[in-house]
């Protein structure tokens, strides 16, 4: 018996629920849950349960980054880490912290590095050009990947000191430990807006199966309507880049897990791959818990090991496809 969406979205958000349980109990010290001290409360509220929370808004944002840009570009190898957006963020970012604009607690670095998302995306779409096949979205992707990685690298290796040169390659990693509820509020702003634009979009999205003639002539504003979807995948984009770092592959994995569920339709890639993202991150994030080792390995390796296979797996499929 095939799953609707509903259920299908009601079992994943069950097994969510279940993983955020685990998520919540691992960690450096065991607690009493029943009846903690006063420590254990300040351990709970402070350190486990934001960086629950922080799990669950930066997995939300990647998946539904990585469906829109999925079904935007018409190309399932489409996601935000892919295609340069968060190396572009990522790079304002750090060049905000060298050069000394912003402090890394300001609330004005999520505003900079939007500007980084936004010139990533118009960059990308710049090159691949208005007709792309999907081989020209990922080379273009990947120029801007590379470019933004290696003036990271030199600001890196320009770093003031060997404190500030640790603090910002460990957290360019991808990694949710150590956080609190000022990175929460951090992502927060620029999350809560995109999910409305692309709310407001959802029946463009639906209709891209189609030709961008036809779906102009269904009274769409197809120009317009592509720019409100790339201002939101910016930001939803920096707003995981700000509080979290570069944490890549989710946005990739989660709409292709829905599909291998069988939900193909648009309307059921957009809506569930926020929820799959948010089981597989608190997976991953899990997981670099429990591993025994000297000190916690960054999510973001972890997805990309994960990833890069399956990225791999997918070039094949498309070359064979049209082969």
Not at 300 to 309: D, E, S
Request: hydrophobic letters at 60%.
């Amino acid at each position: 018996m095939k799953l609707n969406q509903r259920q299908c979205f009601i079992i994943l958000f069950a097994i969510v629920i279940l993983l955020s349980a685990l998520q919540l109990t691992v960690g450096g010290s065991s607690i009493n849950w029943w009846m903690p001290n006063a420590l254990e409360k300040d351990i709970i509220w402070d350190i486990r349960v934001p960086r629950t929370l922080l799990t669950w808004l930066i997995a939300s944002a990647l998946g539904l980054a990585g469906a829109v840009m999925q079904l935007l570009l018409r190309n399932p190898l489409a996601e935000p880490g892919i295609t340069g957006v968060s190396g572009c963020a990522a790079l304002v970012t750090i060049a905000c912290l060298y050069f000394g604009w912003l402090p890394a607690f300001s609330f004005g670095l999520p505003a900079l590095a939007l500007v980084g998302g936004l010139l990533g995306v118009s960059l990308l779409m710049v090159l691949a050009g208005r007709r792309a096949s999907p081989t020209r979205v990922i080379l273009a992707g990947v120029a801007i990947a590379t470019m933004s990685s290696a003036a990271m690298g030199l600001l890196l290796y320009l770093a003031p000191n060997p404190f500030a040169f640790q603090e910002w390659a460990f957290w360019h990693m991808g990694s949710l430990a150590n956080k609190s509820w000022h990175s929460v509020m951090l992502a927060l702003p620029g999350i809560v807006l995109a999910f409305p634009i692309v709310w407001l979009g959802r029946r463009f999205l639906y209709a891209l199966t189609l030709s961008e003639e036809t779906v102009a002539t269904m009274g769409f504003n197809v120009a317009r309507y592509r720019n409100w979807m790339l201002l939101a995948v910016a930001l939803l984009t920096t707003a995981s880049v700000v509080a979290v770092g570069v944490i890549g592959f989710v946005g990739l994995l989660a709409p292709h897990a829905v599909r291998l569920l069988g939900f193909n339709h648009p309307k059921y890639v957009l809506w569930l791959s926020p929820v799959t993202a948010i089981l597989l991150l608190i997976s991953f994030d899990t997981l670099v818990q429990l591993m025994s080792t000297a000190r916690e390995l960054p999510v973001g390796i972890l997805a990309a090991l994960v990833g890069a296979p399956l990225l791999i797996v997918l070039l094949v499929r498309e070359r064979n496809s049209h082969a």
